[in-house]
Nanobody, 122 residues
Framework: QVQLVESGGGLVQPGGSLRLSCAAS????????MAWFRQAPGKERELVAA???????NVADSVKGRFTISRDNAKNTVYLQMISLKPEDTAVYFC????????????????WGQGTQVTVSS
């Protein structure tokens, strides 16, 4: 079992920055692909970024150049650094984990955090 706990969300003005963290329990963190998804009201959950155990990274086009995913296996933590935030980035952000390579859809991920709200507004 893997338990995931996100933190770092909040209210930020357009153009601002936030860093989300996801702390994972379990000894298998380093072997898992870790991902960040987000879900805005009335919209489907979408992949924001993923990082495999080997360090391969996938970032959604909508956030490319603004969001960076990274992981610290020694701390069992994955991060999402977000800069130049826009109102359309407003959503609940979820951390997810799976074995093997990353997947774009949410269904292959068996482990999820509870989510953290990010609101971009002036």
């Amino acid at each position: 079992q893997v338990q995931l706990v996100e933190s770092g969300g909040g209210l930020v003005q357009p153009g601002g920055s936030l860093r989300l963290s996801c702390a994972a329990s379990g000894r298998t963190f380093s072997s898992n692909t870790m991902a960040w998804f987000r879900q805005a009201p009335g919209k489907e959950r979408e992949l924001v970024a993923a990082i495999t155990r080997g360090g391969t990274i996938n970032v959604a086009d909508s956030v490319k150049g603004r969001f960076t995913i990274s992981r610290d296996n020694a701390k069992n933590t994955v991060y999402l650094q977000m800069i130049s935030l826009k109102p359309e980035d407003t959503a609940v952000y979820f951390c997810a984990a799976k074995g093997g390579y990353y997947a774009v859809s949410q269904s292959p991920y068996p482990y999820w955090g509870q989510g953290t709200q990010v609101t971009v507004s002036s």
